[in-house]
Nanobody, 124 residues
Framework: QVQLVESGGGLVQAGGSLSLSCAASGRTVSDHIMGWFRQVPGKAREFVAAIRWSGGTTDYADSVKGRFTISRDNAQNTVSLQMNNLKPEDTAVYYC?????????????????WGQGTQVTVSS
């Protein structure tokens, strides 16, 4: 089992920045792909970004490319999502997830473990 705990959400004005963090514990995640998803009420959970723990290869949704950066800290066993130039449409609950897939999954079905989510609200 892998436990994931997100932190760092909050309220920010459009154009501002927030950094989310996901702490992983339990079994090793060194062979996992770690992802961030987001969800607004009434809509499906959507892929935001992912990183391969080993090697650091990344993937991003087109809507966040150039604004969001995913990274990992091996020593702290955490994955972060730096969000810059935030827009009101970035408002959502953000979830951290872990996948044992050998390729980058962008579907929720490709992930095995999930955190509880953290709210990000961007005001206009």
């Amino acid at each position: 089992q892998v436990q994931l705990v997100e932190s760092g959400g909050g309220l920010v004005q459009a154009g501002g920045s927030l950094s989310l963090s996901c702490a992983a514990s339990g079994r090793t995640v060194s062979d996992h792909i770690m992802g961030w998803f987001r969800q607004v009420p009434g809509k499906a959970r959507e892929f935001v970004a992912a990183i391969r723990w080993s090697g650091g290869t990344t993937d991003y949704a087109d809507s966040v490319k150039g604004r969001f950066t995913i990274s990992r800290d091996n020593a702290q066993n955490t994955v972060s999502l730096q969000m810059n130039n935030l827009k009101p449409e970035d408002t959502a609950v953000y979830y951290c997830a872990s996948s044992t897939s050998p390729i980058f999954p962008i579907s929720v079905f490709g992930y095995d473990y999930w955190g509880q989510g953290t709210q990000v609200t961007v005001s206009s």
